[in-house]
């Protein structure tokens, strides 16, 4: 298990869920190390070999080994799976999980229904009182609002999808009614060519209609061949994890076992407009986990998508608000993990005057309460017409304040967003956190090289800071070169070892 955490650490997942696997091999009875093994999968993206791992530890009856291990209400399987699921962009299987987690806590919730009357009739109030303060306080917990976080941007990245497929249909339709106006304007001066190039415009039409019939055609039978391979990975996990154990299963109990819908296909038919679900989920986010910085900032997220600027600066002070904590602290707590405060105020912030800018904003109430709120966000004395110079001196004060390369790969993407990207931030952060002195994890330089390429920054300088990573982590996946890369570089490592 250390060796496969440490693999893990190195950025070497492929590695440390072999490790982890090797482990669980020595002691099949063993139901933590098996446990470890399903995450370590999961986290590979190795969903199918996860799932046979989970199946072996569930009732010997069960034909559906994910079903029972819903009825048992294994939250952490459920999100681990859901994010594993979610970054294969299997979105309905991944909004299932979550939605499964999301539901625990209502059943939770309603099982303490008899125990009202019970207190009331046997008078026990404190006992009652505590139950009162323990439904108000469980939608805090931590899986709670890690699955409705990852269910939130789901819904929001669907509706960012609905989006951009509209806007493609605008311009597809304006470019087809500019066309039929340049084609008629032709007939009146030229007939002939008119039909000709109405005849190639009809033929090259067909052509596509036909492609388009043809990739649907291989996305279906894709889709097929993928939930037959599920189902048939889904019914070995079944069988390898019965046969460790003694029993038969009834054909009653196996019908009631089978999920319902295993690919959140009636999930994703019965769902509202996506800013609507994303919004029911930000509601109690905002009520019961509004220590997280997550929290704030899916809130700004959606009021930016719902073109809502009060209510974007309303989860900006929120977020400016909560005390930054140490990065070694942040990623063991579980409120701040993964999620700085401030680096996520600042990306925001620079998404907020790229979005609603004081120029486009009509209603002069809500153009005061903006220009009020910046000068408390920005640090400023006055107001001004053009906050894009003073939100980038806001991001490059805050760069310089904060060295580490956390910080400095937020203040690179905002800048990014405001058209003023550049790379010494990152090239030249501390790698070290300097306030308790440890290295920054591999996640951190992952991060870094994504928004470097995020800010289109000159290939150059993006492999100069990949050389960097690959010197800190030589094991790490995601800093590894192309297969011809490292055959190129092969024969002169070879010629020096010789000289």
Same mark, same amino acid.
């Given at each position: ?191 002939? #060519? ?9 033929? $090259?039409? %067909? +052509? &596509?209609? *036909? !492609? @388009?019939? =043809?990739? #649907? ?9 993928? $939930?037959? %391979? +599920? &189902?048939? *990975? !889904? @019914?070995? =996990? ?262």
């Amino acid at each position: 298990e250390k060796e496969a955490r440490l693999l893990k650490r190195s950025g070497d997942l492929t590695a440390a869920a072999t490790s982890m696997d090797n482990a669980r091999c020595l002691d099949l009875a063993d139901r933590y190390i098996n446990n470890k093994a399903i995450k370590y999968f999961l986290r590979d993206g190795q969903i199918d070999q996860a799932r046979k791992a989970a199946a072996l530890f569930t009732r010997p009856e069960a034909r559906d080994a994910e079903k029972h291990l819903r009825d048992m209400q294994a939250s952490w399987y459920e999100l681990e799976l859901g994010q594993a699921l979610a970054k294969d962009n299997q979105i309905g299987p991944a909004l299932r999980q979550f939605a499964a987690i999301i539901q625990h806590f209502s059943d939770f919730i309603d099982d303490q229904f008899d125990f009202h009357t019970y207190c009331v009739r046997k008078m026990t109030l404190r006992a009652y009182v505590d139950m009162l303060r323990f439904e108000e306080r469980i939608r805090g917990h931590a899986a709670f609002r890690a699955a409705a976080q990852h269910a939130a941007y789901i819904w929001l990245n669907m509706y960012d999808e609905q989006e951009r497929k509209k806007s493609l249909e605008e311009a597809q339709a304006q470019a087809e009614k500019a066309r039929m106006s340049a084609l008629a304007e032709l007939a009146s001066r030229d007939p002939e #060519a008119a039909k000709a190039a109405e005849q190639a415009a009809q033929q $090259k039409s %067909a +052509q &596509d209609a *036909a !492609a @388009a019939k =043809a990739k #649907a055609k291989r996305d279906k039978m894709k889709q097929r061949k993928a $939930k037959k %391979a +599920q &189902d048939k *990975a !889904a @019914a070995a =996990a079944s069988n390898d994890g019965n046969s460790i154990q003694s029993s038969s299963a009834n054909n009653d109990v196996n019908k009631k076992d089978e999920d319902d819908d295993p690919q959140g296909v009636q999930l994703l038919a019965t769902a509202r407009d996506p800013l609507i679900e994303a919004n029911d989920l930000v509601t109690k986010l905002n009520q019961h986990a509004a220590a997280c910085p997550r929290t704030h900032a899916l809130a700004f997220d959606l009021a930016l998508r719902r073109r809502k600027p009060l209510l974007a600066l309303r989860a900006l002070q929120r977020l400016k608000k909560i005390q930054p904590i140490p990065y070694d602290t942040a990623q063991r707590n579980s409120l701040y993990k993964r999620e700085s405060p401030r680096a996520a105020f600042i990306e925001r912030l620079a998404h907020f005057i790229v979005t609603f800018s004081p120029r486009d904003i009509s209603s002069p109430v809500i153009l005061q309460v903006m220009n009020t709120e910046l000068v408390a966000l920005c640090d400023c004395t006055e107001t001004t017409s053009d906050w894009r110079d003073i939100i980038i001196a806001t991001i490059q004060r805050f760069a310089n304040e904060e060295d580490g390369l956390p910080a400095r790969t937020a203040a690179t993407r905002a800048l990014a967003i405001l058209d003023a990207s550049s790379a010494q931030f990152i090239l030249t952060a501390s790698l070290v956190d300097t306030k308790n002195n440890k290295p920054y994890p591999v996640d951190a330089f992952i991060s870094a090289r994504d928004s470097l390429r995020f800010a289109n920054i000159p290939e150059s300088d993006i492999e100069t800071f990949l050389n960097t990573a690959r010197t800190k982590f030589p094991r790490a996946q995601a800093f590894a070169l192309p297969s011809s890369e490292e055959a190129t570089l092969a024969p002169e490592e070879e010629d020096t070892s010789k000289s």
